[in-house]
C-alpha cells in the first residue's frame, strides 16, 4: 500500500515553481468488473489507472495541470503548465484567492476490511453464476444478469504548506436484475447495481443480500407483469430507503451545493432554487427533516478523513428540524460565499479538479417502524427502487419512478401495482412529510454515478436513509 | 515529428513489442486513446477554473483458447515505462485466463483492415480565445466552457488490423443569462477557431437574450402545439440512443424502441434515421475492432437496422457492424423535412418555441413514454410571434406521439450538433438533426 509514496514525496520535493503555493494529488485506482449473463460468464473488465494533477496558486490566480506522466520531468512539466496558465490568465480571472487559507494537515484513512483479503477471481465468479442460475426457468423471464464491482483507489495529497494525506479505499459493487416479458409489456426488477455499493470486502455482498436473492427478484419481476397499473391521483407515499436515497440526492444534494448556488454549473448541472440568504432561514421540510452531512459511517461509500482539497471532514447537520442550516460546499465555496460549509470538494480522479460534490447525505432515523408508519396509511402506496429520475435545473419541479409499486389501504399493504410514478416540486414536497422510519428501517446505500462539472465528472456518493412518508402526493402509472 | 505521429510511433512500437512478446496459440486486441486538452470554464464572464489535461491509456484483449479478458491501462508516456506495464498486463491476463470458463459469444474480426484519418488544423491559443470570449461577453453573464486540443485513437490486433484517428478539436459550450434568470444557451465548435464565425454566432445567442427580458409566462398543464429545436431534439434523440437501437436491448425486452422493431408500433413516415460514421467526428473503427459501417435504423418511420457489436452478433446470429460495447450510435443522422427555416413561426401559429430540452427519462420505457423538462429559452408564440418567454415546465409524452401521429413536419435545413460531453475524456460523437413541428406535446407540471 502507498508504495509510490516515498518516491513521490522526493519528486514532490524536488519540483521548482514561482508559484505562491502548490499541491499535488496522485491518484491510482484499479478495477474489475464481473458479470454472468443469462449464466454465461462474460470476460472480465479490468484496469489500472495513476496520474496526477498539480495546482498551482500564483498571484491569487489557481490553475491546474493533469499529467499521466509520473516522471520528475512529467510533474515538473505540468507544473510549469499550471503557472503559466494561472499568469496568462490573471487578467481574465474570476477569483483572487490570496486570502484563501490552505491546508496542512497530515494524516491517513482506510477503507473498513481493507486488510482482509476479497474472495479470489474465480469464487467471486462461482458466485455470480449460481445466483444467476437459481433464477427459476420460466419462458417469461428473458434477461437477467449478476454482476459484482470492485474498486481499489488509493490517493496520496502534497502541498507546498506540508500537507501529506493518504487514503487507500475499496469499493464494492453487487448487481442482480431480472427483465420478464409477455409479449407485449417488460418488467425489470433489480437488486443493488446502482442502487447499492459500499466500502468494504466481501461483507458488502452479504450486506446487499446478493446471495439468495436470485428467486425472490425474478418472482417479483414476473408479479410486476401481471401487475395492474399504478391508479392515478393523490396518495400518502411511502419510500422505502432504495427510492429514498434518490429523492435526497436529486432535490437536497443538489440544490445544496454551493457552486450551483454561486453560478458556475449554470451551464450544464444547472442551478439552485436555494438562494444564499436562505441558510439559517428557510424552512425546506416539515419538523421530523433532519439531513446531515456524514463522512463517519465506515462502510458508506463517500466516508473519508479529508476532501480532495485537504479539509477535514466532520458530521454537520445541513437541515435540522426542517430549518436549512448549511451548504454542501467545500472550503473554496465557503471563501467565495461567506457561509459555513463542509468538507466535500471532491475530484472523480487525477485528471479532474475538486468541485463541490455531495459525497454522504443522509437522513436521520425517527421513531416509527415500518409496521406504524404502514398501520398509519389510509390511502396510499409504498414505493420501492429508483429506475427513473427527471428535475428542472434548479431542482426544484421533479418527476421519479419506481420499480415496485404496493397499494396501502386502511393500514394494509395491498396488491402489487407496476410503474409507479410520482411528480412534485421540492420546495413544497419536504414539507409533506409526514413520518420518518426508526433505525430499523434505515439503510446505508450509494450510487457510483453522479454526473456534474465542466469537464464533467461521475463520482460515488453515499446516501442512508430511514424509510419516510410523505402526504397527498399526484401519483401515476404508465401506458403499458 | 508532430505529436499525432510520435503517438502513431508510440503506439506501433507497443503494438510490435506486444506481437513479439504473445506465446502460439495467444491472440490480442489492442486499443488506444489519449489526448490532450485546455480546459477553461467561465462564470460571470470570467474565467471560474482553468487547467490543461494530459492522458494516454490502451485497452488490451489477451485471447486463448476460446477464453479472453480485457485490461484497461494508463499510459505514462515514457517507453520505457509504458512497455513495462503493458508487459505486466500480459502477465495479468495470462494469469486470468485460466480461471475463466469459455466464451460462447466470442467473434474475433480476422480481417487484417487498414483505416488512417488524421486532421492536424492548428488550433488557437488559448489566451487568445478566452480575450475573445470574455470581451465579447463585457457586460453579459456568460457562463460556460472551453475544451480544445488533440484527440487520437487507435486500434490494432494480433489479425494484422491497424487503424489510427486524430483530430484537433475545440467545444466552447455556453450560455448567456439575463437578470431575470433566464438564459439562452449556444456553442461554436469545429477545427477552426474564425474570430468573425465566433462574433457572429455570439450575436445570434445575445439576440435572442433580449426576447427573455419580457415578462414570464407561466403556462398550465395541458396540451399545446410545439417547435423542437435540433438541440431540443437531440435530447430525445439522446434518450433513444440509450438501448434504442442496441441488439442486445432489443433482443432483452429492455430497448425503448422494443415495438417499433417488433412492428407493433411506427414513427412518421417522416422519421427516417441513420447512423453514419463516414464522414463524421468518430473514428471509422470500433475499439473491439471492427470497421464501422452506416446503419439506417429507421427508414419511414419503420423500424429497419440495429447496432451490433461482435458479442451480440454470436449471441443472437447477426452481422457485427462495428458498434461500440454499448451499441449506442455516435453520429446519427436524421433526414431533413421540407418547413423552411423562415416559416417556423408562422406554422407554428400560436405554441411553444422549444430550443432545449432537459433531463429526460422514462415514464414508462415499453411504451417509450418520456419526460424532462424545458430549459433554455423556451417561448411563447402567438399567430406566428414570439410573445414571451415561458417558465420552466415539464412534459410526459410517447415518443411514439411525439415522432408519430403528432409529428407535422421536419425542417429542411439540419444543424450539426458535436458533443461537448467530456465524461473521462473528450467525446467525439455528432448528430446531424432537423428541427420537428408537433401538433400536440403534453405538459404536466
Known amino acids: 500500500m502507498f508504495d509510490f509514496h516515498p518516491q513521490l514525496k522526493r519528486r514532490f520535493a524536488a519540483l521548482r515553481t514561482g508559484a505562491e503555493f502548490f499541491s499535488l494529488r496522485y491518484v491510482r485506482e484499479s478495477g474489475q468488473y464481473l458479470s454472468v449473463r443469462k449464466n454465461v460468464a462474460e470476460p472480465p473488465s479490468l484496469s489500472r489507472d495513476e496520474g496526477a494533477m498539480l495546482t498551482v496558486r500564483v498571484n491569487g490566480v489557481e490553475a491546474y495541470a493533469a499529467t499521466n506522466d509520473l516522471s520528475q520531468q512529467g510533474l515538473q512539466a505540468a507544473l510549469e503548465r499550471a503557472e503559466q496558465q494561472a499568469r496568462r490568465l490573471k487578467p481574465h480571472a474570476l477569483l483572487d484567492l490570496r486570502e484563501h487559507a490552505v491546508s496542512s494537515d497530515r494524516a491517513d484513512y482506510f477503507s473498513p476490511t481493507l486488510d482482509q483479503p476479497f474472495p479470489s477471481l474465480s469464487d467471486c465468479y462461482q458466485l455470480l453464476g449460481a445466483e444467476s442460475a437459481a433464477v427459476p426457468k420460466d419462458e417469461r423471464l428473458v434477461s437477467w444478469q449478476v454482476s459484482l464491482g470492485i474498486t481499489h483507489v488509493e490517493q496520496i495529497y502534497l502541498n507546498s504548506a506540508g500537507a501529506e494525506l493518504r487514503q487507500a479505499q475499496r469499493f464494492v459493487y453487487p448487481g442482480l436484475d431480472v427483465t ?116 463517519d459511517i465506515p462502510e458508506q461509500l463517500a466516508s473519508y478523513g479529508h476532501d480532495d482539497d485537504g479539509t477535514a471532514a466532520s458530521k454537520q447537520f445541513l437541515i435540522r428540524e426542517g430549518l436549512l442550516l448549511r451548504p454542501l460546499g467545500g472550503a473554496l465555496s465557503q471563501f467565495r460565499a461567506g457561509l459555513d460549509g463542509v468538507a466535500n470538494s471532491r475530484a472523480c480522479g487525477w485528471n479532474r479538479p475538486p468541485i463541490d460534490r455531495m459525497a454522504n447525505l443522509n437522513i436521520e432515523p425517527g421513531d416509527q417502524p415500518l409496521a406504524q408508519l404502514i398501520g398509519n396509511i389510509e390511502h396510499g402506496i409504498l414505493m420501492s427502487t429508483n429506475r427513473s429520475w427527471s428535475i428542472d435545473d434548479a431542482r426544484n419541479k421533479f418527476q421519479f419512478g419506481c420499480e415496485w409499486g404496493q397499494l396501502i389501504e386502511n393500514g394494509e399493504l395491498k396488491g402489487v401495482v407496476k410503474n409507479p410514478n410520482y411528480r412534485a416540486i421540492s420546495a413544497q414536497f419536504w414539507k409533506s412529510l409526514s413520518a420518518v422510519g426508526d433505525a430499523s428501517t434505515f439503510k446505508v446505500l450509494g450510487t457510483p454515478n453522479c454526473g456534474k462539472g465542466e469537464p464533467n465528472q461521475v463520482i460515488r456518493v453515499g446516501h442512508a436513509s430511514p424509510a419516510c412518508v410523505f402526504s397527498n402526493v399526484d401519483v401515476f402509472g404508465g401506458d403499458s | 515529428m508532430t505529436t499525432s505521429k510520435a503517438q502513431a510511433e508510440s503506439f506501433k512500437a507497443l503494438v510490435a513489442g506486444l506481437s513479439e512478446a504473445l506465446r502460439e496459440p495467444e491472440q490480442f486486441t489492442l486499443s488506444y486513446a489519449a489526448e490532450s486538452s485546455a480546459f477553461v470554464r467561465f462564470n460571470h464572464a470570467k474565467v471560474r477554473q482553468a487547467g490543461q489535461v494530459q492522458q494516454a491509456s490502451i485497452g488490451l484483449k489477451l485471447i486463448n483458447d476460446g477464453r479472453h479478458a480485457d485490461l484497461q491501462i494508463t499510459l505514462a508516456g515514457d517507453p520505457a515505462v509504458d512497455h513495462q506495464r503493458l508487459a505486466e498486463g500480459l502477465q495479468q491476463l495470462r494469469e486470468t485466463l485460466p480461471l475463466l470458463p469459455q466464451d460462447p459469444y466470442l467473434l474475433l474480426n480476422h480481417n487484417g483492415w487498414q483505416s488512417q484519418n488524421v486532421q492536424e488544423h492548428p488550433l488557437p491559443d488559448t489566451e487568445q480565445v478566452v480575450g475573445e470570449i470574455t470581451q465579447a461577453a463585457e457586460g453579459l453573464d456568460l457562463v460556460g466552457f472551453y475544451a480544445a486540443g488533440p484527440i487520437s485513437r487507435g486500434f490494432a490486433s494480433s489479425a494484422g488490423a491497424f487503424g489510427w484517428h486524430q483530430a484537433n478539436s475545440f467545444n466552447f459550450d455556453f450560455s448567456l443569462f439575463h437578470e431575470n434568470g433566464q438564459a439562452v444557451k449556444a456553442s461554436y465548435a469545429g477545427h477552426d477557431w474564425n474570430t468573425e464565425g465566433f462574433a457572429r454566432r455570439f450575436q445570434q445567442a445575445r439576440e435572442q437574450l433580449e426576447y427573455l427580458g419580457r415578462p414570464l409566462r407561466t403556462l398550465a398543464p395541458g396540451q399545446y402545439r410545439a417547435y423542437l429545436a435540433p438541440a431540443a431534439l437531440e435530447e430525445i434523440m439522446g434518450m433513444l440512443c440509450w438501448g434504442g437501437f442496441s441488439a442486445q436491448s432489443i433482443a432483452s425486452k429492455s430497448s425503448p424502441l422494443q415495438k417499433l422493431y417488433g412492428g407493433d408500433q411506427a414513427f412518421s413516415p417522416l422519421v427516417s434515421l441513420e447512423e453514419k460514421v463516414s464522414g463524421s467526428l468518430s473514428p471509422a473503427f470500433s475499439s473491439e475492432g471492427y470497421p464501422c459501417s452506416d446503419v439506417t435504423l429507421i427508414n419511414a418511420g419503420q423500424g429497419a437496422g440495429q447496432l451490433v457489436n461482435s458479442r451480440s452478433a454470436a449471441e443472437y446470429g447477426l452481422s457485427a457492424n462495428g458498434a461500440s460495447s454499448d451499441e449506442s450510435p455516435s453520429a446519427l443522422q436524421m433526414a431533413a423535412g421540407s418547413l423552411a427555416q423562415a416559416d417556423i413561426l408562422k406554422q407554428l401559429g400560436t405554441g411553444l418555441y422549444i430550443s432545449n430540452l432537459w433531463y429526460l427519462n422514462y415514464s414508462d420505457l415499453p411504451a417509450a413514454r418520456l419526460t424532462g423538462m424545458t430549459r433554455f429559452a423556451t417561448f411563447w408564440v402567438e399567430d406566428g410571434e414570439i410573445k414571451a418567454p415561458v417558465s420552466t415546465m415539464r412534459f410526459d409524452d410517447s415518443v411514439y406521439s411525439l415522432l408519430g401521429s403528432q409529428l407535422e413536419a421536419l425542417t429542411a435545413e439540419r444543424e450539426l450538433l458535436l458533443s461537448a460531453s467530456t465524461y473521462s475524456q473528450r467525446n467525439t460523437a455528432s448528430n446531424l438533426l432537423p428541427g420537428a413541428l408537433v401538433k400536440r406535446l403534453t405538459l404536466t407540471l
Open chain 1, 180 to 295: 420478464a416479458y409477455d409479449g407485449n409489456d417488460s418488467q425489470t426488477r433489480s437488486l443493488g447495481r446502482e442502487n447499492f455499493g459500499q466500502q468494504g470486502g466481501a461483507d458488502v455482498i452479504s450486506r446487499c443480500g446478493l446471495v439468495g436473492a436470485g428467486p425472490l427478484v425474478a418472482d417479483q419481476a414476473l408479479q410486476l407483469l401481471l401487475a395492474p397499473n399504478t391508479p392515478q391521483g393523490p396518495r400518502d407515499l411511502l419510500l422505502m430507503p432504495d427510492q429514498m436515497m434518490l429523492q435526497i440526492h436529486e432535490s437536497i444534494g443538489h440544490p445544496l451545493e454551493l457552486d450551483r448556488i454561486l453560478g458556475d454549473e449554470r451551464n450544464y448541472a444547472g442551478t439552485s432554487f436555494v438562494k444564499a440568504e436562505d441558510f439559517g432561514r428557510l424552512q425546506y421540510g416539515s419538523k421530523l427533516l433532519n439531513v446531515t452531512f456524514d463522512p
